[in-house]
Each structure stands twice: as C-alpha cells, then as structure tokens.
C-alpha cells in the first residue's frame, strides 16, 4: 500500500525544505524527497540544495577566509599589527568550508524530525493522478499527495563542447573544491558567482581574468554601482573584460586555453591553469515526467505558474528556481511560505518586486527595487540621494571607506522607489531599505528615524537626508 501524504514536496533545498516546515507548522501531514548525490554520513542524499552544498553558504566560507588573509596580507600594518607574510593552507580553509555545509544540512534534518516531516530518500517524479490527488515515484517506491510542490531547483548552464571535469575546467561545484591556488585562472561569466569566486582565489595570490559576454559590466546593477564596482574589482586587480565572444577552449592534462574575441574583435588567446565557467543557471526539470500528467513549461524550461506559484494542474504548485523571477534562496523561502499558507486556506504573499540582490564582494555589493536605468526608461520622474561611506566615522575607523549608498526616491510623492548600495556591510543593510520599500515608505520617512552612532547605518540614513538636499555629514 503506497503511503499517503497531504502534501510532497519534491526537492529538499531552500523552497523545498522551508515549504516542508511551514506545512507541517500549519497541521498538514508532510513528506520531502531529495535525490541530491551528496550523501550524508548516514549515506542519504543531502538536504538543503545547491545553496547549502555547493553555492550560497560553501562560497561565503571561502569568502570570509580570502578576506582574512587579504586583510593580514595588505591591511594589518596600517594599522600597527605585525605578523609577518601570512601563509593560506588550502586543506584547511576547504575542511573548514566542508565542516559548516555538513553542520548546516544536517541541521534539517532536525528541523524536519522536530516539525514531524517525513523525510523521503530518492528522485520524485509524477505517475498519475488519482482520486485524492497524485500519485508519484520516489525512489523505487510510490507514494499519494493530496497536493504537490515542486522545488527542483536549478543548475548550472553549461557552454556547448566545454567538457566540465571540475578539475580543470569547473562550475560552481568544483570551483569551490579547488585544493591549490592556481597561478592564472579564468572565469568565464562576470556575474555573481564570477565575481565571489574570482575573488576568492584573487584574495589568494591567483592572477584573475573574467571573460563576460555582455556588452556591459553587471547590467542588471545600477549604473553607478556597475561603474564603481568596475574601478574597485580592477583596483583590487581582476581583469574583467566585457563584450567578449569565446571561441574555441582546448583543455590539457594540467592547463586550459580559451580562445576569443574582444569587443572590437580583436582575436586573443587566454593560457590558465584552471577555468570556471560560470554563465548562469538552468531550472531543473527533467524527470519529473512533466509530459505525462501535462504539467506546462516555459519556453525557458521553466515550470509554468501563476502569481501565487499555482500550476494549471489542481493540487501542483511550483517554486523557486524552476519558476520565474530570481534565482535566489531568499525568493524560493518566500514562495515557500506564501505557498503552503495558501493551502492552509491562509493569505500567502511573495512580492518579487522587492527581492533584495546582494554579491559578496568586498565590498558587499546589494539593491533592491528599481535602478535608475529603470526609472528613467520608464519614464518616471525621480529624486536621487548619493552618499559616499567616506564620510563615515564607522567605516572610516573599520578601514572600509570604499563605495557609497544611492537612494532613488519619487520626485512627487517622495516614495522610495530603489536602495542600491555598494559598501561594508551591504548585505545586512539592505534589510533596512528592504523593509522601508515593503511599507511604501519615504525618504523623509528614513531621514526621521533615528539611527545609533556610529554605524554604517548612517550613510543609509544621511543617502534619505541627501534626497532633499539636506545632509547633514556629508
């Protein structure tokens, strides 16, 4: 006899595994099933996706340790500490990195156990509907749900004829295994995951070059913070050329060489010793045997949905990466909420419109609502309050006065209309901006508020002040 569930959630990481909780916490009888290949000690799959395992938090690790050699490598002696020419143990920083996915994913699996979520091992896949709703495949057993979410996730887009061996060649899975810090490497894509793994191995004495098709560098950013995150990444000492088309890529034992064409169509020749390719994700469709029961895709091969992540099959919903709009953990986790909230007969809501971005860089590079390219093509009239964090006591006495914080606000009614900020600490400051968007706030609203000195909060405040030509600090 098949088990019988009220919802299955198929895919175990950020969308999957929060949809999962939150069911459960509304009295729903919950499973998930996960196929990822990375077992754990107990040699299951792994819970918690690519985010977990091999992108979002495994990179911030690597992160946090370049940037701590960086900053005892150049930084130290301005500031009267003396330690000598630090060494980076590559064993070390990848066990540390390992040791933080293994206590996180495994993590879940007390969530799950705490929330009474069943847990299925094994690929979930559609076999037909039923009376009660669907009948699916996972593993190599069947299982009933009255409703079913979708949570597949993405992966990495490969280049046509580019044989990824994650050794030499890699994507975001071996580019965060890399055990030796190459003498030359190139990356192939200058977006997020370029820029964060680039700088990595720059941090740790790697010469960088990023290759990026787009005639621009970071087109969906602002055009200010594209424009001063290219003069820091270059100052720092990334080669980052856009406009690029790649040609032929031959791989040695030991090497690789790219073949291509700067944007006047010069033809150049990139020797390294490894290469990342990272062009972006694709959503993770395949075996669900969508075909069979009709569940529509886009022409992106994504699963179809509507504003509230419903299917046009009764009972089948979909979320995060394998649907529209960002591919971002934070986006999936709301659609995740909003989903099983509607279930429960509850008013669910995700607003795509305000889903914060951030790269960590250093500096952190975050925004969230409209750009000024937006507005302006848009044709809508807008205010603008620019503040650099130079004129900040915090990020002065931090030694991070690079970068500034870029308020647009409505030339009327004063609404914030997009927070863009390049900077320490961005990351945790965008939550700020965040919010004030969410609540329709405006700048006068922000300029009011009083924020503690000495903060990096400040230059947020100071950027509403500056909205009105009255900042105070700067």
Not at 53 to 68: Q, R, W
Not at 143 to 156: K, L, M, N, Y
Not at 333 to 339: D, G, K, P, R, S
Not at 449 to 455: K, M, Q
């Amino acid at each position: 006899m098949s088990k019988e569930f009220d919802i299955l959630v198929i895919g175990g990481g950020p969308g999957g595994y929060v949809a999962a909780i939150r069911a459960a916490q509304l009295g729903f009888k919950v499973a998930c099933c996960e196929s990822n290949p990375y077992a754990d000690p107990k040699g299951e799959p792994r819970l918690g996706g690519t985010c977990l395992n091999v992108g979002c938090i495994p990179s911030k690790a690597l992160l946090h340790t370049s940037h701590l050699f960086a900053e005892a490598t150049h930084a130290f002696a301005g500031q009267g500490i003396e330690i000598g020419a630090p060494k980076i143990d590559i064993a070390k920083m990848l066990a540390r990195k390992n040791g933080i996915v293994e206590q996180l994913t495994g993590g879940i699996k007390g969530l799950f156990k705490k929330n009474k979520v069943t847990f299925l091992p094994g690929h979930g896949a559609f076999v037909a509907r039923t009376d009660k709703g669907w009948k699916l495949g996972v593993g190599s057993e069947e299982v009933e749900a009255g409703q079913v979410i979708v949570a597949t996730g993405s992966r990495a887009r490969h280049l046509p004829n580019v044989q990824i061996d994650n050794k030499i060649v890699c994507d975001n899975v071996g580019a965060l295994d890399i055990d030796a810090v190459p003498g030359k490497l190139a990356i192939i894509g200058a977006g997020v995951i370029g820029l964060e793994m680039g700088s990595v191995w720059q941090r740790l004495g790697a010469e960088v070059t990023l290759l990026e098709a787009a005639p621009g560098f970071l087109p969906a950013a602002d055009v200010d913070i594209a424009k001063e995150a290219l003069k820091i990444f270059t100052k720092q000492g990334l080669a980052i050329h856009t406009g690029v088309n790649i040609g032929e890529i031959k791989t040695g034992q030991n090497d690789v060489s790219i073949a291509w064409q700067d944007k006047d169509g010069k033809d150049l020749r990139l020797d390294a010793d490894r290469l990342i390719v990272s062009v972006g994700r694709i959503p993770n469709t395949e075996g669900l045997n969508a075909a069979a029961v009709g569940l529509e895709l886009t022409e992106r091969g994504q699963i179809d949905v509507d504003e509230h992540c419903k299917t046009h099959l009764p009972g089948v919903w979909a979320i995060g990466d394998v649907v529209r709009g960002p591919m971002l953990a934070h986006k999936a986790m709301e659609e995740a909420v909003m989903v099983a909230e509607i279930i429960a007969g509850q008013a669910g809501h995700a607003n795509l419109d305000l889903i914060p971005g951030v790269i960590y860089t250093t500096p952190e590079i975050a925004w969230v609502g409209k750009t000024e390219q937006e507005l302006k093509a848009a044709g809508i009239a807008y205010k603008t309050g620019k503040v650099p964090f130079l004129a900040n006591g915090r990020a002065l006495g931090i030694g991070a006065p690079e970068g500034f914080v870029k308020m647009l606000a409505d030339a009327g009614t004063d609404r914030i209309l997009g927070i863009h900020i390049i900077g320490a600490g961005a990351s945790d400051l965008i939550a700020e901006a965040t919010v004030a968007l969410e609540f329709a706030g405006a700048s006068e609203d922000l300029a009011r508020i009083c924020h503690a000195h000495p903060t990096l909060s400040e230059v947020l405040h100071e950027s509403a002040l500056a909205c009105d030509k009255r900042a105070l600090h700067f």
